[in-house]
């Protein structure tokens, strides 16, 4: 049987646990069999300081746990994805602030400037085109230059300090019939107007007079004088009336009609003074060109 001598062999050690420690008050013996106190159990290793089988394997294995510890935990909870900002499926459009205006004075000169396509005619522009008094209609005749409805017309009179029946000639355009002329605004409106005359009626509109110098007022006058104004009042003489022939001058029939339904759309009329039982003679020839008044 075995013996519980103390001088008998020891036991083999076992692996102990560094997470349990003996009491304070535990105690062993030594070879010798005096109990002393118990004092930290250095690794036994072999000769020459190398570690035993058994030790190398523990080693190993904590080696390897702690390197595969920190890898498993970063596989077992993946990096968050980036938070990336959203594009809105939908794009907002804000108007742009309108700025104000400067109204512009009515009936002196114009505004804006239309081209008829290269190969279209200016006989042949739209209503829209021909409506508006203040705009000038182009066509491009060729590429180096345009065509107006007035050639060599701006369109903006120059008559500042002039006198009636004494316009100055830059101040004047030729219209159709070269032997009438008109305000550089009046003409352009009247040339337009004409246009859309001659889509309705395939003819110009016919002209018996324009302006008149004082001179010819004054002869007009002498001939005429209950049917003209006193010389240097007549509208004729600022270059903003025309009196109408071919059925116009009766006051009656489709010509004159269309011009009473057409013409204020590029500022003219005839005068209410004109018209029958208006205060002045009967005049439905007589047409003056309102917005440049």
């Known amino acids: 049987m075995p013996s519980h001598r103390a001088d008998t ?31 930290p159990r ?37 990096m968050p994805k980036a938070q990336v900002n959203q594009i809105a499926s939908t794009v907002s459009v804000v108007s742009a602030v309108s700025f104000p ?38 066509s491009r005749a060729s590429r180096a230059g345009e065509r107006s409805v007035l050639p060599g017309c701006s369109g903006i009179p120059t008559t500042t300090g002039a006198s009636n029946g004494q316009l100055p000639e830059s101040s004047l355009c030729t219209l159709w019939d070269s032997d009438h002329r008109l ?49 240097g009042t007549s509208e004729h003489g600022w270059g903003l009336a025309v009196d109408l022939c071919d059925g116009v001058n009766t006051g009656t029939g489709a010509r004159f009609q269309w011009l009473a339904d057409n013409a204020s759309s590029y500022g003219w009329e005839n005068p209410d003074w004109a018209k029958s039982g ?11 060109y309102a917005a440049g008044q």
């Open 101 to 138: 205006n400067a109204a512009t004075a009515a009936g002196i000169g114009v505004e804006n400037l239309a081209v008829v396509p290269a190969e279209g005619t200016v006989q042949a522009a739209t209503p829209n085109l021909l409506a508006a008094p203040k705009t000038i209609i182009v």
């Open 278 to 288: 208006g205060g002045g003679p009967y005049e439905p020839w007589h047409w003056e």
């Open 9 to 39: 062999a020891a036991p083999a050690l076992r692996p102990r646990n560094n997470r349990g420690t003996r009491s304070s008050g535990s105690q062993r013996r030594s070879a010798t069999g005096v109990q002393r106190p118990n004092a």
């Open 183 to 231: 305000r550089a605004d009046a003409a352009v409106s009247l040339a337009k107007l004409n246009i859309a005359y001659k889509q309705e009626f395939g003819n110009d509109i016919c002209l018996t007079d324009s302006y008149r110098t004082l001179s010819e007022q004054y002869a007009v006058r002498a001939s005429k004088p209950t049917l003209s104004a006193v010389p």
């Open 42 to 78: 250095r690794p036994l290793r072999k000769p020459g300081g190398s570690l035993s089988a058994p030790q190398v394997g523990i080693a190993g294995a904590l080696g390897i746990a702690t390197i595969a510890a920190p890898i498993s935990g970063a596989m077992a909870d993946p």
